[in-house]
């Protein structure tokens, strides 16, 4: 099955559900300038094709004691597609590991830590990064202070219509 172009209220949809996954399918319509049903429709095919992966509420880290963040530049034995495979299937399992990025550059992998604090850290990148299959060396650099996160992505690109 073939994926339909999205049209300006496809993008309307998906900018909205984005914004507040928690919309009443009134208000959705509503904001979106469609019926119910047609809206709704709209809405699965937008899942069913994989749009929309998921609603998520967003947490405040401090009150859930994650707020301690480190990012960790790793550097492999070896680039070769065995080490990588081995790599990146062993760090998807652990879920202090928030993003595991492979990057072009001096250093082969960039991840994003969030945990409880120094300590728990430290027992992460001693216990758990540091015998990843392939790393030869690590670099670690503590957040001091978040100024931006956003989960969003920005779609005002993607469609042009005027109001």
């Known amino acids: 099955m073939s994926e339909k172009a999205l049209d300006r209220f496809d993008w309307l949809i998906l900018e909205a559900v984005q914004e507040n996954g928690r919309l009443s399918l009134a208000d959705l319509s509503d904001r979106v300038g469609l019926s119910k049903t047609p809206c709704q429709m709209r809405l699965k095919r937008l899942e069913r094709e994989g749009y929309i992966t998921g609603y998520h509420a967003r947490l405040n880290t401090r009150k859930v004691r994650q707020n301690y963040v480190v990012f960790i530049e790793v550097k492999l034995e070896s680039t070769s597609r065995r080490h990588l495979d081995d790599f990146n299937r062993v760090v998807k ?10 990057l072009a550059g001096g250093f082969d992998y960039l991840l994003k830590v969030r945990c409880r604090n120094m300590e728990e850290y430290r027992s992460i990148l001693t216990d758990f990064i540091n015998d990843l299959p ?9 957040v001091m202070e978040e100024v931006k996160r956003i989960s969003s992505v920005n779609l005002k690109n993607n469609f042009h219509y005027k109001d």
Request: with cysteine.
């Open 134 to 142: 392939g790393v030869r060396q690590t670099s670690s650099f503590p």
């Open 93 to 102: 399992k652990n879920d202090a590991i928030q993003s595991c990025h492979m």
